[in-house]
């Protein structure tokens, strides 16, 4: 079983507005966790990652991430969106495993 | 700095062909990971090297062989292509165990 989850294939949001991409876990014990981003035609470029501490976690280009134990979620956040932020997002624990993937589409 | 390099950058084979996919890096990395990316898939892990001298099998690595050559290469061979094994391979390496992944380009592999 996937231990985590990305249960949206596409996010649509209009720039300048917040933007939420959801992660979800199931690996027992204390999780480390991380968000990675691909552009069209690249390979993935590392975001953020959890390990132990603070809930939240800020990462690379205004991005920042939730944790959230009793819900077991990873949420990806940005308070304003931006169009160059449009691309493939993709969750990941520290077992190797990759969520599937959720489209970010900002539109002007 | 180049970081993780990854050749050819496309291919195209028939069914039953070898190749071999080349990725090197210049971080000084110890661990090294072979990927595939499928469509509705997301990423999957095929091998990867935790260290030089050793390999370890990923998710799906049937169809697959590696040679972790030295501290800054890892290939990925396909003895005999299948059109299942059609789709974008990626390399990537790690310092510090598993906790941040620096990922090459892709190689787009189409197998006919």
């Known amino acids: 079983a996937q231990s985590v989850a990305q249960p949206e294939d596409q996010v649509n949001v209009a720039e300048g507005n917040p933007l939420t991409v959801k992660c979800t876990y199931s690996?027992?014990?204390?999780?480390?966790l991380f968000w990675y981003v691909q552009y069209p035609n690249r390979g993935l470029q590392f975001l953020l990652k959890?390990?132990?501490?603070?809930?939240l976690v800020k990462g690379s280009y205004g991005f920042e991430a939730e944790f959230n134990k009793s819900q077991t979620s990873f949420h990806l956040k940005k308070p304003s969106a931006l169009v160059s932020d449009s691309a493939l997002y993709f969750c990941?624990?520290?077992?190797?495993?990759f969520g599937k993937g959720t489209m970010l589409l900002v539109s002007p | 700095n180049a970081g993780v390099t990854q050749t050819p950058k496309f291919q195209v084979l028939k069914t039953g062909q070898s190749m071999t996919l080349q990725c090197a890096q210049d971080?000084?990395?110890?661990?090294m990971y072979w990927y595939r990316q499928d469509p509705g898939m997301g990423l999957r892990l095929i091998y990867y090297?935790?260290?030089?001298?050793?390999?370890d099998k990923g998710e799906v690595p049937n169809g697959y062989n590696v040679s972790r050559l030295n501290k800054r290469e890892f290939s990925l061979r396909l003895e005999s292509a299948a059109p299942s094994q059609t789709s974008v391979y990626f390399c990537?390496?790690?310092?510090?165990?598993?906790?941040?992944?620096?990922f090459g380009s892709g190689t787009q592999l189409s197998v006919l």
């Open positions: 990537a390496s790690s310092e510090e165990g598993h906790l941040k992944l620096f």
């Open positions: 690996v027992s014990g204390n999780p480390y």
């Open positions: 959890y390990i132990t501490g603070d809930n």
């Open positions: 990941a624990d520290s077992t190797l495993t």
């Open positions: 971080m000084n990395h110890n661990s």
């Open positions: 090297s935790a260290s030089e001298g050793t390999t």
